[in-house]
């Protein structure tokens, strides 16, 4: 089993910035294939990033986050992270951490099989 808490989320203006950050207890963290993913208010949760476990490489973006949010991950402390930066209103959302069994990467909500509870974050105008 794996539990995840995410914190960091809050209220900041437009072209602020905030640090997301995911904290797993449970076992054989830095193998598991990490994701955060977002829901608006009013739409369906979407895909923002994913980076992969340790024995494989790599970090995937949405188009509408790529060069502005960056994923990371210590394994040390069993924590992944979400900078995200030049934030936009349309960035407004709960952010949501995820886990897969699998060490490989994957925007596919479907196949993460451990979720946490969601971290608010508001971008005024």
């Known amino acids: 089993q794996l539990q995840l808490v995410e914190s960091g989320g809050g209220l900041v203006q437009a072209g602020g910035s905030l640090t997301l950050s995911c904290a797993a207890s449970?076992?054989?963290?830095?193998?598991?294939?990490m994701g955060w993913f977002r829901q608006p208010p009013g739409k369906e949760r979407e895909f923002v990033a994913t980076?992969?476990?340790?024995?494989?490489?790599?970090?995937t973006y949405a188009d509408s986050v790529k060069g502005r949010f960056t994923i990371s991950r210590d394994n040390a402390k069993n924590i992944v992270l979400l900078q995200m930066n030049s934030l936009k209103p349309e960035d407004t959302a709960v952010y949501y951490c995820?886990?897969?069994?699998?060490?490989?990467?994957?925007?596919?909500?479907?196949?993460?099989?451990?979720w946490g509870q969601g971290t608010q974050v508001t971008v005024s105008s």
């Open positions: 980076i992969s476990g340790i024995g494989s490489v790599g970090t």
């Open positions: 995820a886990a897969r069994r699998s060490r490989f990467l994957s925007t596919e909500q479907g196949s993460y099989e451990y």
């Open positions: 449970g076992r054989s963290f830095s193998s598991k294939g």
